[in-house]
């Protein structure tokens, strides 16, 4: 899809950009660059190697989708369970 996307707005500097983005997933994350050029597809933005870097670049502030923030719970909330069932 990227290189798709490439041939359309590159013309012939389509290859050497491509390399480059190829390029960056072998020295940085396959994985990066891999959400960066699903993000910039998502987005209509345009693919070339400058906004992929960015975009992995941005990644360490991005949180993974599966990251998930819990608050701590309270001791207190058990407490509560607990008397209810020695009232039982």
């Known amino acids: 899809m990227a290189y798709d996307t490439l041939k359309e707005t590159a013309g012939a500097g389509t290859n050497k950009a491509y390399l480059q983005i190829l390029h960056l997933a072998a020295r940085e994350s396959e ?5 960066a050029l699903r993000w910039l597809i998502e987005h209509d933005e345009p693919i070339d190697p400058k906004a992929v870097t960015a975009r992995v670049q941005d990644q360490a502030r991005i949180p993974p989708v599966t990251q998930v923030e819990v608050d701590p719970a309270d001791p207190a909330d058990y407490d509560v369970l607990l008397e209810a069932r020695e009232v039982a």
């Not at 994985?31 to 959400?35: I, K, S, W």
């Open 31 to 35: 994985a990066g660059v891999d959400a």
